[in-house]
Nanobody, 126 residues
Framework: QVQLVESGGGLVQAGGSLRLSCAAS????????LGWFRQAPGQEREFVAA????????GYTDSVKGRFTISRDNAKNTVYLQMNSLKPEDTAVYYC???????????????????WGQGTQVTVSS
Protein backbone atom coordinates (compact mmCIF):
# COMPACT_ATOMS: atom_id res chain seq x y z
CA GLN A 1 0.00 0.00 0.00
CA VAL A 2 1.26 3.45 -0.92
CA GLN A 3 0.12 6.63 0.77
CA LEU A 4 0.61 9.92 -1.04
CA VAL A 5 0.30 13.30 0.65
CA GLU A 6 0.29 16.48 -1.40
CA SER A 7 1.19 19.92 -0.09
CA GLY A 8 2.06 23.37 -1.38
CA GLY A 9 -1.23 24.45 -2.86
CA GLY A 10 -2.76 27.84 -2.18
CA LEU A 11 -3.96 31.11 -3.62
CA VAL A 12 -1.68 32.99 -6.00
CA GLN A 13 -2.09 35.84 -8.47
CA ALA A 14 -1.80 35.26 -12.18
CA GLY A 15 1.84 35.19 -13.21
CA GLY A 16 2.93 33.86 -9.85
CA SER A 17 4.51 30.56 -8.88
CA LEU A 18 3.84 27.62 -6.60
CA ARG A 19 5.68 24.40 -5.91
CA LEU A 20 3.65 21.35 -5.08
CA SER A 21 5.15 18.44 -3.20
CA CYS A 22 3.93 14.88 -2.87
CA ALA A 23 5.46 12.68 -0.20
CA ALA A 24 5.08 8.92 -0.56
CA SER A 25 5.18 6.31 2.16
CA UNK A 26 6.64 3.34 0.36
CA UNK A 27 9.95 1.50 0.27
CA UNK A 28 9.59 1.06 -3.47
CA UNK A 29 9.37 4.75 -4.35
CA UNK A 30 12.45 4.61 -6.56
CA UNK A 31 10.76 2.03 -8.79
CA UNK A 32 7.49 3.95 -9.11
CA UNK A 33 6.45 6.16 -11.98
CA LEU A 34 4.69 9.28 -10.76
CA GLY A 35 2.23 11.74 -12.20
CA TRP A 36 0.35 14.92 -11.45
CA PHE A 37 -3.26 15.37 -12.49
CA ARG A 38 -5.76 18.14 -11.86
CA GLN A 39 -9.50 18.53 -11.72
CA ALA A 40 -11.35 21.79 -12.01
CA PRO A 41 -14.97 22.15 -10.84
CA GLY A 42 -17.37 20.49 -13.25
CA GLN A 43 -14.56 19.02 -15.33
CA GLU A 44 -12.92 15.65 -15.63
CA ARG A 45 -9.56 14.90 -14.11
CA GLU A 46 -6.81 15.68 -16.58
CA PHE A 47 -3.17 14.79 -16.95
CA VAL A 48 -0.65 17.50 -16.13
CA ALA A 49 2.83 15.97 -15.90
CA ALA A 50 4.57 12.67 -15.30
CA UNK A 51 8.03 11.32 -14.57
CA UNK A 52 9.72 7.95 -14.87
CA UNK A 53 11.22 6.18 -11.87
CA UNK A 54 14.74 7.32 -12.68
CA UNK A 55 13.64 10.86 -13.51
CA UNK A 56 15.22 10.61 -16.95
CA UNK A 57 11.90 10.86 -18.79
CA UNK A 58 9.19 13.43 -18.27
CA GLY A 59 5.99 14.38 -20.06
CA TYR A 60 3.61 17.32 -19.94
CA THR A 61 0.26 18.28 -21.27
CA ASP A 62 0.57 20.98 -23.92
CA SER A 63 -1.05 23.72 -21.84
CA VAL A 64 1.69 23.61 -19.19
CA LYS A 65 4.78 23.00 -21.31
CA GLY A 66 7.41 25.63 -20.62
CA ARG A 67 5.68 26.71 -17.40
CA PHE A 68 5.59 23.59 -15.20
CA THR A 69 8.43 21.27 -14.25
CA ILE A 70 8.10 17.88 -12.63
CA SER A 71 10.99 16.45 -10.65
CA ARG A 72 11.62 13.84 -7.99
CA ASP A 73 13.96 13.14 -5.12
CA ASN A 74 14.12 9.41 -4.55
CA ALA A 75 16.12 9.87 -1.36
CA LYS A 76 13.22 11.85 0.10
CA ASN A 77 10.41 9.80 -1.47
CA THR A 78 9.03 13.03 -2.88
CA VAL A 79 7.86 14.28 -6.25
CA TYR A 80 7.53 17.97 -7.04
CA LEU A 81 5.64 20.13 -9.48
CA GLN A 82 7.11 23.58 -9.97
CA MET A 83 4.47 25.82 -11.49
CA ASN A 84 5.48 29.17 -12.94
CA SER A 85 3.58 31.82 -14.89
CA LEU A 86 0.34 30.56 -13.43
CA LYS A 87 -2.92 31.37 -15.17
CA PRO A 88 -6.49 31.44 -13.86
CA GLU A 89 -7.21 28.37 -15.99
CA ASP A 90 -4.67 26.44 -13.88
CA THR A 91 -7.10 26.65 -10.96
CA ALA A 92 -7.95 23.12 -9.86
CA VAL A 93 -7.37 20.46 -7.26
CA TYR A 94 -4.02 18.87 -8.02
CA TYR A 95 -3.45 15.18 -7.35
CA CYS A 96 -0.31 13.11 -7.42
CA UNK A 97 -0.43 9.49 -8.46
CA UNK A 98 1.93 6.54 -8.31
CA UNK A 99 2.40 3.15 -9.89
CA UNK A 100 5.07 0.50 -9.72
CA UNK A 101 6.74 -0.31 -13.00
CA UNK A 102 9.59 -2.33 -14.41
CA UNK A 103 10.04 0.08 -17.31
CA UNK A 104 11.76 3.43 -16.93
CA UNK A 105 8.97 5.36 -18.59
CA UNK A 106 6.16 7.70 -17.64
CA UNK A 107 2.39 7.32 -17.92
CA UNK A 108 -0.19 9.89 -18.93
CA UNK A 109 -3.49 8.11 -18.33
CA UNK A 110 -5.23 8.12 -14.98
CA UNK A 111 -6.11 4.45 -15.30
CA UNK A 112 -2.40 3.59 -15.39
CA UNK A 113 -1.97 4.63 -11.76
CA UNK A 114 -2.72 2.53 -8.70
CA UNK A 115 -2.42 5.05 -5.89
CA TRP A 116 -3.65 8.60 -5.48
CA GLY A 117 -3.26 11.38 -2.98
CA GLN A 118 -6.11 13.42 -1.53
CA GLY A 119 -5.30 16.48 -3.58
CA THR A 120 -4.28 20.06 -2.91
CA GLN A 121 -6.18 23.13 -4.06
CA VAL A 122 -4.50 25.61 -6.37
CA THR A 123 -6.36 28.85 -7.02
CA VAL A 124 -5.01 31.45 -9.42
CA SER A 125 -6.67 34.85 -9.31
CA SER A 126 -6.75 37.21 -12.28
Amino acid sequence: QVQLVESGGGLVQAGGSLRLSCAASTRTFSSNALGWFRQAPGQEREFVAAISWSGSSTGYTDSVKGRFTISRDNAKNTVYLQMNSLKPEDTAVYYCASRGTFFDTYYTQAYDYNYWGQGTQVTVSS
